[in-house]
């Protein structure tokens, strides 16, 4: 079965993944079929190919939970430093309404 998921690259410390189609017995680094985007969690950046991950969701790949969110936020226009920014609010007021 094939699986679209994360492939981890970068250096250590300074992760960087990019998204694959990958057969779900290789390893997570080794051996893929299709690079479809990226995602920088350092940066705040993603980018997949939409076309192409539908094709492979059409022929009946699964995507891991965490692709599976980068292609909802790709589709609904969502960009994640805007998501970063929404949440830090957030905490600051439960903080002092706790206090």
């Given at each position: ?67 599976g ?9 969502i960009s ?20």
């Amino acid at each position: 079965m094939v699986k679209l998921r994360l492939r981890r690259t970068g250096t250590r410390n300074k992760p960087c993944y990019r998204v694959v189609a990958a057969d779900q017995r290789s390893p997570r680094d080794g051996r893929f079929i299709e690079v479809l985007g990226y995602y920088n969690p350092r940066q705040e950046e993603e980018k997949l190919n939409l076309e192409r991950v539908d094709y492979w969701l059409g022929q009946g790949a699964q995507a891991s939970k965490t692709v599976g969110d980068i292609i909802r936020r790709q589709r609904e226009g969502i960009s994640l430093t805007s998501l970063t920014k929404k949440e830090a609010p957030v905490k600051e007021e439960a903080a002092t309404a706790a206090e």
